[in-house]
């Protein structure tokens, strides 16, 4: 990667769809973070651990993207979810969209960083 034109348009919650777009483009090197890409060393993007939030964060400090795209989960914030939670048990639904907020509230945060 280019350091004096960054990490050009990068992505988190989402498998390289943009990225390679964003270098096609010139606009620079972009990455994808996802459970189905990896890191240097291997380990898988999950973002329910804490390291790998923590190497998220420091990537976007380290690479400076131009634009950060984000997509993470949505389906426990939609409307047709709500015909699930019965079927699902109250407790499971609570957990469940606990853990979605979280990643949620972390996209926000990146953006933040890369902002």
């Given at each position: 990667?280019?350091?004096?034109?960054?990490?050009?348009?990068?992505?988190v919650y989402?498998?390289?769809?943009?990225?390679?777009?964003?270098?096609?483009?010139?606009?620079?090197?972009?990455?994808?973070?996802?459970?189905?890409?990896?890191?240097?060393?291997?380990?898988?993007?999950?973002?329910?651990?804490?390291?790998?939030?923590?190497?998220?964060?420091?990537?976007?400090?380290?690479?400076?993207?131009?634009?950060?795209?984000?997509?993470?989960?949505?389906?426990?914030?939609?409307?047709?979810?709500?015909?699930?939670?019965?079927?699902?048990?109250?407790?499971?639904?609570?957990?469940?969209?606990?853990?979605?907020?979280?990643?949620?509230?972390?996209?926000?945060?990146?953006?933040?960083?890369?902002?």
């Amino acid at each position: 990667m280019d350091p004096s034109v960054g990490a050009g348009i990068s992505e988190v919650y989402s498998p390289p769809r943009i990225a390679p777009l964003s270098a096609a483009a010139g606009l620079g090197d972009g990455w994808s973070l996802d459970l189905s890409t990896h890191d240097p060393g291997g380990r898988e993007w999950n973002f329910d651990l804490a390291e790998s939030r923590n190497r998220a964060r420091k990537l976007v400090e380290d690479t400076g993207p131009t634009l950060l795209v984000g997509a993470p989960m949505c389906k426990y914030f939609s409307t047709l979810m709500q015909w699930n939670r019965r079927r699902m048990g109250e407790e499971v639904y609570q957990r469940e969209r606990a853990k979605a907020v979280k990643h949620l509230e972390f996209a926000l945060e990146l953006y933040s960083l890369q902002a």
